[in-house]
């Protein structure tokens, strides 16, 4: 059985339980629990889904199972999302552990605030037969109090050898701030970029070199350009 149809089939199982859960949903404070189990020729998923909504409005649904991929491994899925008086949030992940040891991830979720602030993301990872693995990661989000986004990736060989960079940026009244972090051969460096609304700045870099230690050096200066004491 090929992954790809899994996929539909937990998207579709995700999609028609939310419908039904959050469209209808039980009397306030109750929750409902409905488990099948349909039988495939080539495995038998079974599914969990619950749904319910509470006293103050809001109105929540999860979703998940299991199922075979026909070559000897498993899939993991599951879906939730909620909606009340504050907002929504969505979420959805699976998990594939492969006959041959290997592992594949995938994850996302979104947040949308009442108040119009958001945060959305997104995270995989993979998990090789040899040992090596690959992941990445990215999210951003905003509201009333600032900004912030984030992303990365890294790569692990066989041997174990750990190779990545991460960015980060982040912005509000008080300032900005922008900082990334890299890692190869032995070395970790993480720079550092940090504007004040005040005009004062921060230049600075910090390494860790396994088997020599950590050094750091940085920089402050104020709205004319001038060095000042950190």
């Keep these: ?10 998207t579709l199982t995700i ?12 009397s306030a404070g109750d929750w409902r629990s409905h488990r099948t189990t349909t039988a495939t020729t ?28 026909g070559s000897g491994g498993a899939i993991h899925y599951s879906g939730g999302a909620y909606s009340g008086p ?34 959305n993301g997104h995270n995989s990872y ?22 912030i986004n984030s992303q ?6 066989s041997s174990g050898t750990l190779t990545g960079s991460s960015q980060t940026t982040a912005s509000n009244a008080r300032g900005s701030y922008d900082g990334s972090t890299s890692a190869a051969n032995g070395t970790t460096t993480h720079d550092s970029d940090i504007n004040g609304a005040n005009g004062d700045t921060y230049q600075g870099q910090s390494s860790y070199t396994k088997g020599q230690g950590y050094t750091h050096s940085g920089t402050c200066k104020n709205a004319q350009g001038n060095v000042i004491q950190c």
């Design 1 to 10: 059985m090929r992954v790809q149809p899994i996929l539909h089939f937990a």
């Design 15 to 26: 999609v028609c339980a939310a419908a039904l859960g959050i469209a209808q949903p039980s």
């Design 42 to 69: 080539a495995a038998a998923p079974t599914g969990n889904v619950i749904a319910g909504s509470g006293p103050n409005g809001g109105r929540g649904i999860h979703a998940g199972g299991t199922v075979g991929d």
């Design 86 to 119: 504050r907002g929504t949030a969505l979420r959805g992940s699976y998990t594939h552990l492969q006959s041959n040891g290997g592992v594949v991830h995938q994850g996302g979720h979104s947040i949308q605030g009442a108040n119009g602030g958001y945060d």
């Design 126 to 147: 993979t998990h090789n037969p040899d040992g090596s693995s690959t992941g990445s990661w990215n999210n951003n989000g905003s509201g009333p109090n600032g900004s």
């Design 152 to 157: 990365g990736s890294f790569s692990r060989n």
